[in-house]
């Protein structure tokens, strides 16, 4: 894995995760990578070891948890193969 | 004897149009007043790019750039280290965000923005930041960030002085050059094409 990504249903849950997360974690705002298109265009990238520490303190803010997947991205020669970690 | 241009309490980019003008006239040497170091570091970019050597004395709170006609001929821009895939294109950011809906979304937008071009093929030459746009690669850790990719790619950054001393962010600077007006719309002149967000 080289990163996760956190996509969301639609755009305000992802900009609610971004203003949650900042300050607690490094976090990277990203366009949704087309690999995964049932989400809204913006993610939230983290880096792999801080996947599971940005699923708690989501889940500890009270944030529906059926709005959002984290995934793990891998890329390789341009092309990004993701998997589901959570949602 | 050399001609002084006194230049002090002048606002970016006044010394460097005074010198620019002095060269034009013919001048082989000359030797221009500040009272900043924008303006010393734009003059000496000055000197670069029209030929001249720059040596710089300062006194109290006067900073003195002498020009000289050094015999070489005009600097040539040097093409980056890693050669930019995109073509001659510059990118003009005006606003810290994109868009005029809403001021959040237009925060993230921007900031996807620069994320997908630093980690794409075709970069600008330039990019230019003047008025709101200034606060980006000073105040926004996430683009600046990516602004540090696209200088390490090759892309030059220029940030307008006179927006950063407007918002007294100037201290704050993360990433590019302090910049003028005379440079910035250099730029945008030489390119074939710019892209104003």
């Known amino acids: 894995m080289d990163y996760a990504l956190i996509v969301f249903a639609n755009t305000h849950y992802a900009m609610t995760a971004q203003k949650t997360l900042g300050g607690k974690l490094p976090v990277v705002i990203m366009p949704t990578l087309r690999e995964i298109s049932k989400s809204c265009g913006i993610s939230v990238r983290v880096a792999e070891g801080d996947w599971q520490a940005a699923s708690q303190i989501l889940r500890e803010s009270g944030m529906d948890h059926t709005m959002y997947q984290i995934y793990s991205v891998q890329g390789k020669d341009g092309v990004n193969t993701v998997a589901l970690l959570e949602g | ?197």
């Open chain 2, 1 to 197: 004897m050399a001609a002084i241009i006194d230049a002090k309490g002048k606002a970016c980019p006044m010394p460097v149009l005074m010198a620019k003008k002095e060269i034009d006239g013919g001048s082989d040497a000359f030797t221009v007043e500040v009272d900043n170091e924008t303006a010393v570091r734009n003059l000496e970019k000055l000197a670069q790019s029209q030929g001249f050597s720059a040596a710089v004395s300062q006194g109290e709170g006067v900073y003195s750039v002498s020009f000289c006609r050094s015999g070489e001929a005009p600097a040539v821009r040097q093409a980056p280290a890693v050669p930019a895939a995109g073509g001659n294109w510059a990118l003009f950011v005006g606003h810290d965000i994109i868009g005029d809906g809403d001021r959040e979304l237009g925060t993230n937008l921007i900031r996807m923005f620069f994320y997908t071009l630093a980690q794409g093929d075709d970069l600008p030459k330039a990019i230019l930041f003047m008025n709101g746009g200034v606060k980006l690669p000073a105040l926004d850790d996430q683009v600046a960030e990516h602004l540090k990719v696209l200088e390490g790619r090759g892309c030059e950054i220029y940030v307008c002085g006179t927006c950063l001393n407007f918002f007294g962010i100037a201290d704050q600077l993360k990433v590019g050059s302090v910049s003028n007006m005379y440079d910035i719309s250099k730029q945008m002149l030489d390119a074939a094409k710019v892209i104003t967000l």
